[in-house]
């Protein structure tokens, strides 16, 4: 009787690691196999509440080979900025753009 115990703890820890290993590598390929519609994440060409897509860190300029820096970290100012990609979003993006998945360039 007092082996059950032990039994179930073990199995239990391995479903448990199981699983988490599991989940990363799962969403990975759900969410990294393709970008999500703009539709679904409130896309919109204006910034809202001061939040906008060139001081997001999934904003991509274009010229630029990867996400991060937003516009800000490559430019001073407004002057000259150029549309771009996102590393979520599917299609071209406004750097005056905003949506759901919005998450500020950290310092």
């Given at each position: 009787m007092?082996?059950?115990?032990?039994?179930?703890?073990?199995?239990?820890?391995?479903?448990?690691f199981a699983i988490s290993v599991a989940i990363p590598v799962s969403s990975k390929a759900v969410f990294g196999a393709s970008k999500?519609?703009?539709v679904a994440v409130h896309y919109q060409i204006r910034p809202a509440?001061?939040?906008?897509?060139?001081?997001?860190?999934?904003?991509?300029?274009?010229?630029?080979?990867?996400?991060?820096?937003?516009?800000?970290?490559?430019?001073?100012?407004?002057?000259?900025?150029?549309?771009?990609?996102?590393?979520?979003?599917?299609?071209?993006?406004?750097p005056m753009g905003y949506c759901v998945l919005y998450s500020p360039v950290s310092a």
């Open positions: 007092a082996d059950i115990p032990y039994l179930s703890r073990r199995i239990w820890l391995r479903k448990i999500i519609a703009q509440q001061g939040k906008m897509c060139g001081m997001c860190r999934f904003f991509i300029p274009d010229g630029a080979t990867a996400p991060g820096k937003g516009m800000m970290g490559s430019m001073t100012g407004m002057n000259g900025c150029q549309s771009g990609t996102c590393k979520l979003v599917a299609g071209k993006i406004s």
